[in-house]
């Protein structure tokens, strides 16, 4: 897979992404640091939502392939500045999460992040899972085999272990 790094705004969902892109149970876990796990890096919000902090962010896209950029649907303004993509050599992806909340406005969410820049915008909600496959399509390599890709044997009643992608 290829290697994404999460930013975004504390409570943007970033953490509850991974945990959906890794197929585990959903808890809610505050992130205290930079937080590599394979494929996913993920990062504290605080960093994000200060200046200085900021320009680690910038620093650690080095450590990607891919960054993804968050703002969940019930955000009430953007944290991102028109154009900060080019702060980065790496592709940058929005990813606009919470799509499941009745109370926001995904389309608002997607018009913010292609003003900062993503020309790519997957839309997902970590709770139902929706769009969580669209991403892992999108980081999968050559090689890499996605749990539903998987052949599963016929005529066995044995539980079959999901492979782990990351
Ligand atoms: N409705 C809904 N809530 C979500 C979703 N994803 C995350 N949340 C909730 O949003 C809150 C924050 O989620 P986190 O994943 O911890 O957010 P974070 O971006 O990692 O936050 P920091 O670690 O503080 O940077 C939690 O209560 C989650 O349960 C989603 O897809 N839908
Ligand atoms: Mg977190």
């Known amino acids: 897979m290829r290697k994404i790094v999460l930013m975004g705004r504390s409570g943007a969902g970033k953490t509850t992404l991974t945990q959906a892109l890794k197929g585990e149970r959903i808890i809610y876990q505050k992130t205290?640091?930079?937080?590599?796990?394979?494929?996913?890096?993920?990062t504290p919000g605080e960093y994000a939502e200060t200046k200085r902090l900021?320009?680690?962010?910038?620093l650690y896209a080095y450590e990607?392939?891919?960054?993804?950029?968050?703002?969940?649907?019930?955000?009430?303004f953007s944290l991102f500045p028109p154009n900060v993509?080019?702060?980065v050599n790496r592709e940058v992806v929005g990813i606009v999460t919470k799509t499941d909340?009745?109370?926001g406005n995904p389309s608002r969410a997607a018009n913010w992040l292609k003003l900062a820049g993503c020309k790519k915008i997957f839309f997902v909600s970590s709770?139902?899972?929706?769009?969580v496959a669209e991403i892992?399509?999108?980081?999968?390599?050559p090689g890499d085999v996605l749990p539903?890709?998987?052949?599963?044997?016929?005529?066995?009643?044995?539980?079959?272990?999901?492979?782990?992608?990351?």
């Open 136 to 141: 892992l399509q999108y980081l999968k390599e």
């Open 101 to 103: 909340d009745p109370n």
């Open 85 to 87: 993509t080019c702060m």
């Open 148 to 166: 539903w890709e998987k052949k599963i044997k016929q005529n066995t009643t044995k539980t079959h272990k999901i492979t782990k992608v990351f």
């Open 127 to 131: 709770y139902s899972g929706d769009g």
């Open 32 to 42: 205290q640091y930079i937080n590599f796990q394979g494929a996913l890096i993920d």
């Open 64 to 76: 990607a392939d891919v960054v993804g950029l968050l703002c969940s649907a019930t955000e009430p």
């Open 54 to 58: 900021g320009y680690a962010l910038a």
